[in-house]
T-cell receptor
Framework: NAGVTQTPKFQVLKTGQSMTLQCAQDMNHNSMYWYRQDPGMGLRLIYYSASEGTTDKGEVPNGYNVSRLNKREFSLRLESAAPSQTSVYFC??????????????FGSGTRLTVV | DAKTTQPPSMDCAEGRAANLPCNHSTISGNEYVYWYRQIHSQGPQYIIHGLKNNETNEMASLIITEDRKSSTLILPHATLRDTAVYYCIVRGYNAGNMLTFGGGTRLMVKP
């Protein structure tokens, strides 16, 4: 009963390095999301994928790219990391069709530090 | 999506009911009220949602006023493990409407 799995859980990058954050869900949800949360702040949406094959920008997309690899997986890529991207990154999924909507299911987060 | 207003912090005694208010005076007819919570360093957790009727599940109760301009999340018997930031979010019920998190209410349950 894994839900949403994010890897890695922790990462330290040097400025200018690139990396990909992985997210997978096993609930057969259509929609997936990437959020970031800075210390003491609420979550802000980076990108989302309403369904397999589609992606759209959220509130803070600059400096990121995403790939919806298949229905299960949604990855977030930092092409050239900057200290301002130091944050906790959360992946989420949801199923909005039908009466049994239990909202979003979130992963446990990836704590990224860019030095 | 309608904007919500929540008190930044609240205290509650362990074993007592915690009543967390939320104002959403600009809510429209097709928008739902959702509640999530975030326990320190973890991903947010869905609690409950509703449209206009009161709702109850194993975690909490949601009371929505008749004019739908405000709501209250009730944790009937708060425990120390309920200490968290609670977010009230209003959004439409379709794939194009995202969850937008505000500041939330930091609930501290005290022994």
């Amino acid at each position: 009963n894994a839900g949403v799995t994010q890897t890695p859980k922790f990462q330290v990058l040097k400025t200018g390095q690139s990396m990909t954050l992985q997210c997978a869900q096993d609930m057969n949800h259509n929609s997936m999301y990437w959020y970031r949360q800075d210390p003491g702040m609420g979550l802000r949406l980076i990108y989302y994928s309403a369904s397999e094959g589609t992606t759209d920008k959220g509130e803070v997309p600059n400096g990121y790219n995403v790939s919806r690899l298949n229905k299960r997986e949604f990855s977030l890529r930092l092409e050239s990391a900057a200290p301002s991207q130091t944050s906790v990154y959360f992946c989420a999924s949801s199923e909005l069709q039908g009466a049994l909507n239990y909202g979003y299911t979130f992963g446990s987060g990836t704590r990224l530090t860019v030095v | 999506d309608a904007k919500t207003t929540q008190p930044p912090s609240m205290d509650c005694a362990e074993g007592r009911a915690a009543n967390l208010p939320c104002n959403h005076s600009t809510i429209s007819g097709n928008e739902y009220v959702y509640w999530y919570r975030q326990i320190h360093s973890q991903g947010p957790q869905y609690i409950i949602h509703g449209l206009k009727n009161n709702e109850t599940n194993e975690m909490a109760s949601l009371i929505i006023t008749e004019d739908r301009k405000s709501s209250t999340l009730i944790l009937p018997h708060a425990t120390l493990r309920d200490t968290a930031v609670y977010y009230c979010i209003v959004r439409g019920y379709n794939a194009g409407n995202m969850l937008t998190f505000g500041g939330g209410t930091r609930l501290m349950v005290k022994p």
